[in-house]
């Protein structure tokens, strides 16, 4: 205890220079709202990147987990690869090639950073502006709706998850067709509510619930999550449980979705039909 005291009072002439040395810089960065705002965006920065390394070495140390994930998606994809080339090979060749032109596009990312407890969740990805990316693009993985773009920088895009309260995105039960808003109710983190959806549609817990296609953000036919119960809320309607296939808190690698025909989508949106 002794020798940690006489340190102390060794560096006392130090110690004081470098408390006033962060006073002088707290308030220089205070007195600017041009300074302040340069000093939080290069924290930001530093975050970002701090973020990322720490996810580099969270995923090196979790690499089996990630190659048994992999081959469990090859699997699937493989399986879906050839359901169709079956469903294909029924077909008439009765379709033009403007009806069977591509609408999306998707661009991968590693996400950055990533927060699942908060009331409104925001994820960060490693593209950004150079990389073709726009505010309004959707995020998806394999099995999940992930959120949307809102901001970009240069090399890093600004992501609102889906886990966001009262955020509603357009989804439908898969053996129906029947579409409802579905949204988070900031509750559990594995869990979305799928509302509106009429009494006299067959619904039962396990059915599968997947996105619409009724947005420019999202393509159709992506499965979100399996039924995990069912109320009736406002006489006629039942209020869904959804227990999600994605996991938000293992978020490695995502796509960002490219409507090719979003500016089109939304000069018709903004047309007076009065």
Same mark, same amino acid.
């Given at each position: 205890m002794n020798a940690i005291y006489r340190l102390l009072v060794r560096l006392r002439v130090t110690l @004081?220079?470098?408390? @006033?040395?962060?006073?002088?810089? @707290?308030c220089i960065i205070n007195s600017s709202y041009y300074q302040h705002s340069i000093v939080v965006n290069y924290v930001r920065l530093g975050k970002e990147i701090l973020d990322e390394k720490i996810n580099s070495w969270r995923y090196y140390f979790s690499l089996?987990?990630?190659?048994?994930?992999?081959?469990?998606?090859?699997?699937?994809?493989?399986?879906? !690869?050839?359901?169709?080339n079956r469903q294909d090979s029924l077909k008439q060749a009765t379709v033009s090639d403007t009806l069977s032109r591509p609408v999306y596009s998707y661009i991968p990312a590693a996400v950055a950073s990533n927060s699942v407890?908060?009331?409104?969740?925001?994820?960060? !990805?490693?593209?950004?502006?150079a990389h073709g990316v726009v505010p309004d693009m959707g995020v998806v993985v394999y099995?999940?709706?992930i959120g949307t773009v809102i901001h970009v920088s240069e090399h890093y895009s600004l992501v609102k998850s889906l886990l966001s309260a009262n955020w509603r995105v357009s989804a439908k039960v898969k053996r129906s067709g029947t579409f409802g808003p579905l949204?988070?109710?900031?509750?559990n983190y594995r869990e979305l509510v799928l509302a509106d959806i009429p009494q006299h549609i067959p619904v039962a817990i396990g059915d599968t619930i997947v996105s619409s296609g009724y947005s420019a953000f999202f393509p159709p036919d992506i499965p979100i999550g399996m039924v995990k119960s069912i109320e009736t809320k406002r006489g006629n309607f039942y209020e869904i449980t959804v227990t999600l296939f994605a996991d938000f808190k293992q978020l490695r690698y995502v796509n960002v979705v490219k409507h090719l025909y979003q500016d089109e989508l939304k000069e018709l949106a903004s047309f007076n039909y009065e």
């Open positions: @004081l220079f470098i408390a @006033l040395e962060v006073v002088a810089l @707290l089996e987990e990630i190659n048994e994930r992999l081959a469990q998606e090859n699997n699937e994809l493989q399986n879906r !690869l050839e359901y169709y407890n908060n009331l409104h969740n925001y994820i960060t !990805l490693n593209i950004g502006a099995n999940g709706l949204y988070w109710n900031g509750i």
